[in-house]
C-alpha cells in the first residue's frame, strides 16, 4: 500500500503560476512516476473533479495524458524521475481554480494540498 503525498499548493494571484507534486511518502522505495496517476480537485460542497491523468510507463514508452476542457491548456501533468515526483504545472491560474487538489493511483488518495486564486 502506498502513501501518497502532495505538495506546492498556496496563495496565488490570478494568472500567475503554481506547480504541485505528488510522490509517495516512502519515497525511496516506491518508483511514483512508472505509475498512472490522476489529479483531482474539489471544491466544498461540490463533486470532486478529475483535472488530468498520465498513464503508466512501465513496458511502453507511449505516454498519454488528459485534461478536461476546464483545464486544458493550461494544467500540464507529467513526471520528474530524477524527484521521484508526477507534477501538474498550472499556468493562468483563475479564482475558480480554487480547490484542494489531490493525486490519485489507483484506489489511493493523498490528503490534498488547498490551492487559492485570488488578488
Known amino acids: 500500500q502506498v502513501q501518497l503525498v502532495e505538495s506546492g499548493g498556496g496563495l496565488v494571484q490570478p494568472g500567475r503560476s503554481l506547480r504541485l507534486s505528488c510522490t509517495a511518502s516512502?519515497?525511496?522505495?516506491?518508483?511514483?512516476?512508472?505509475?498512472?496517476i490522476g489529479w483531482f480537485r474539489q471544491v466544498p460542497g461540490k463533486e470532486r473533479e478529475g483535472i488530468a491523468c498520465?498513464?503508466?510507463?512501465?513496458?511502453?514508452?507511449?505516454?498519454?495524458?488528459y485534461n478536461p476542457d476546464s483545464v486544458k491548456g493550461r494544467f500540464t501533468i507529467s513526471r520528474d524521475y530524477a524527484k521521484n515526483t508526477v507534477d501538474l504545472q498550472m499556468n493562468s491560474l483563475k479564482p475558480e481554480d480554487t480547490a484542494v487538489y489531490y493525486c490519485?493511483?489507483?484506489?489511493?488518495w493523498g490528503q490534498g494540498t488547498q490551492v487559492t486564486v485570488s488578488s
Open positions: 498520465i498513464s503508466s510507463s512501465i513496458g511502453s514508452s507511449d505516454e498519454k495524458t
Open positions: 516512502e519515497s525511496s522505495e516506491f518508483a511514483l512516476p512508472y505509475y498512472p
Open positions: 490519485t493511483l489507483g484506489t489511493e
